[in-house]
């Protein structure tokens, strides 16, 4: 099943859409250029797992002599969070950062003619 | 409708500027149909409101005139008390947790004070029943060095609530906050306010510094078994604790807080003989989660065995009496492995004494589904850790009446 999101040129960098699929909610995410979809349902409580804040991964700065020199944000390693509760997930894989077993269900995104679909 | 405009009329936008409790808790509705709750009575132990929105119409409760004047006027510059102080903390997770900060955005509208419109709004979104009401910051009043605040502001909450609020919605109902500090005055408040519509019973903030089993509060403890209403100790931290002090992030000092006071007071509670002595007063602990539970009956049961002496009082083991105390649900732990979580729950004999709770809408609330979707307990099991156990230690009408809103 082809589901459309959106035209692409209404589609700008750091927006997302949440599409109504036959299998539940799907979250699509533009993100530095490239289309990312995962399932909007947490797997913790199954809350609005797309519906949150876009956050970087937070490290902590460990210096050579092994001492901690505050905390940063890595901007490589982009986080969506789920609302209800914080659960993290990287934008790329949908892998649950607090239990990297755990992954959301993915889905593929296409362009057609200048729009953009989730397959389901 | 054309095919474009029927296509994109099935996808939406995310939205940071408006707010609904029922809007942001579909999701949690969708569980409540797929699981039928409506056919069964749910009643959530623990929730919460932010008393602090409603502190201009509160201190206007306050009995003395020149701590009342104080209050009104440090409210009057910005809607913050600081006669109240605050917490050290970051519940919301740096804003992870939007509704923290969304929910000024909700819209109330008619004479119903907003209060019971947005607490009635979540309660029907998850499947809710009857909900008992906490403050937020008056959580951490325990701490506050001055005794005659936490009376006054303990006197005039409690007071507005019943006015306001369980007045008016019998599905609100609550526990009243005791001001612990002034043995006196905790005894004055369950007289004046334990016959009062909605009040189920009456509660102590855990962070605090006084014993319970100091002997100034044994009429108080007394009265309460006379009226047939539980005594309560609902969970928070103190950050400014000497032993808290060392953990430098708040899960720290959130895993260890909600459980240390609590221990702290059960333990004083169990070896001074307490149970004992007030056989029929009904105990609960609140908001520690129940792996803290499991461990103490153990630790203390083992020492009793070898320091009978230290206790005298007790004829039991020190288990068999928390066994008989009511445990809320919230944060529940869910080990990966359930049969660790099954033993739990066969500890604290939760068939009968485990009564659910939400704590929403706090940072780490839970649903019923916590309790509906565990593997090993049948649906009557289900039932009562859900609300009938809370209907009988409340003495509710057991029949469901929340209105699940109906899925779009």
């Known amino acids: 099943m082809v589901v459309f999101v959106a035209k692409k040129s209404e589609f700008q960098n750091g927006d997302r859409r949440i599409v109504k699929s036959a299998r539940g909610e799907i979250g699509v995410f533009h993100h530095e250029g490239a289309f990312y979809a995962y399932a909007n349902t947490c797997l913790h409580s199954g809350g609005p797992a797309c519906e949150g804040l876009l956050m970087p991964k937070v490290v902590d700065i460990i210096a050579q002599d092994l001492t901690y020199q505050g905390q940063d944000f890595d901007e490589n390693e982009m986080h969506f969070v789920c609302p209800w509760h914080g659960w993290e997930y990287d934008i790329k894989t949908g892998q649950s950062i607090g239990d990297r077993r755990q992954y959301l269900r993915k889905y593929e995104v296409v362009e057609r003619d200048g729009d953009v679909f989730v397959i389901d | ?408």
């Open chain 2, 1 to 408: 409708m054309n095919d474009y405009a029927k296509a994109k009329s099935n996808v939406r936008e995310v939205r940071f500027d408006e707010f609904s409790s029922s809007g942001s808790l579909i999701k949690a509705t969708e569980q409540a149909h797929k699981r039928n709750y409506k056919d069964f009575l749910i009643v959530d132990v623990d929730s919460h409101h932010y008393e602090s929105e409603s502190y201009n119409e509160i201190f206007k409760y306050i009995e003395n005139p020149v701590i009342r004047r104080q209050a009104l006027e440090s409210a009057s510059r910005g809607g913050r008390s600081s006669m109240l102080g605050g917490s050290v903390g970051y519940q919301d997770i740096g804003g992870r947790i939007t509704r923290h900060w969304l929910r000024k955005h909700e819209k109330t509208e008619g004479p119903q004070h907003r209060d019971i419109t947005t607490t009635l709004r979540w309660m029907d979104a998850m499947g809710v029943d009857y909900a008992c009401l906490f403050p937020t910051p008056m959580l951490f009043l325990g701490t506050h060095p001055q005794v005659e605040i936490e009376v006054a502001m303990a006197r005039a909450y409690n007071s507005w609530l019943c006015e306001t609020i369980l007045e008016h919605e019998p599905r609100i109902i609550s526990m009243l906050y005791l001001p612990f500090n002034d043995p006196e005055a905790t005894y004055q408040i369950v007289k004046d306010f334990g016959h009062r519509k909605g009040v189920k019973g009456f509660m102590v903030t855990a962070p605090r510094y006084k014993p319970v089993h100091d002997n100034a509060y044994m009429k108080t403890y007394r009265l309460l078994e006379e009226m047939g209403l539980p005594i309560s100790f609902h969970a928070a931290y103190n950050w400014n604790d000497q032993s808290l002090q060392l953990t430098n992030r708040f899960i720290g000092v959130h895993a260890l807080g909600f459980m240390w006071f609590n221990m702290v007071h059960m333990t004083n509670w169990v070896v001074n003989g307490l149970p004992e002595r007030f056989p029929k007063l009904k105990v609960m602990w609140i908001e520690s989660g129940l792996t803290w539970a499991y461990s103490l009956m153990q630790r203390l049961d083992h020492s009793y065995k070898m320091r009978t002496s230290d206790c005298p009082s007790l004829k039991r083991k020190p288990s068999e009496y928390m066994r008989e105390m009511y445990f809320s649900t919230q944060p529940m732990e869910l080990p990966d492995d359930p049969t660790i979580l099954e033993a739990t729950f066969k500890m604290i004999n939760a068939e009968t004494q485990l009564v659910w709770s939400s704590d929403y809408p706090h940072w780490d609330f839970d649903l019923p589904g916590v309790i509906y979707d565990l593997p090993f307990l049948n649906e009557q099991s289900k039932r009562n850790i859900l609300g009938a156990n809370a209907a009988k230690l409340f003495n509710l009408d057991p029949q469901p009446v929340k209105k699940i809103p109906p899925l779009a």
